[in-house]
């Protein structure tokens, strides 16, 4: 199985910023795309930013310009760098990974647990 561990998550003044880090660790035999999710209260889960292995990178609308998305492939970490943070962007935060274990021949998604990002006013 795959485990994913995120941390970075906390409280900012808007127009901060935060680093959010997701680290895979288990039996990977190789990772396709990453990516970050956010879950606002009473609102659906949102696609935050994505990343495939080829390093093709999709950006949310409310986030271009702000957040930026990279990958560690030899750490197996995905990171979400936010800046000028709105109190909008306050969510719990879930990495989302598609990843194949080294029994499989097939990819499977797998998330974290979540990480709350709190933006004050």
């Known amino acids: 199985q795959v485990q994913l561990v995120e941390s970075g998550g906390g409280l900012v003044q808007a127009g901060g910023s935060l680093r959010l880090s997701c680290a895979a660790s288990?039996?990977?035999?190789?990772?396709?795309?990453m990516g970050w999710y956010r879950q606002a209260p009473g609102k659906q889960r949102e696609l935050v930013a994505t990343?495939?292995?080829?390093?093709?990178?999709n950006y949310a609308d409310s986030v271009k310009g702000r957040f930026t998305i990279s990958r560690d492939n030899a750490k197996n970490t995905v990171y979400l760098q936010m800046n000028s943070l709105k109190p909008e962007d306050s969510a719990v935060y879930y990495c989302n990974i598609e990843a194949r274990t080294i029994l499989k021949r097939t990819y499977d998604y797998y998330w974290g647990q979540g990480t709350q990002v709190t933006v004050s006013s």
């Open positions: 288990g039996r990977i035999g190789s990772i396709n795309a």
């Open positions: 990343i495939t292995s080829g390093l093709r990178i």
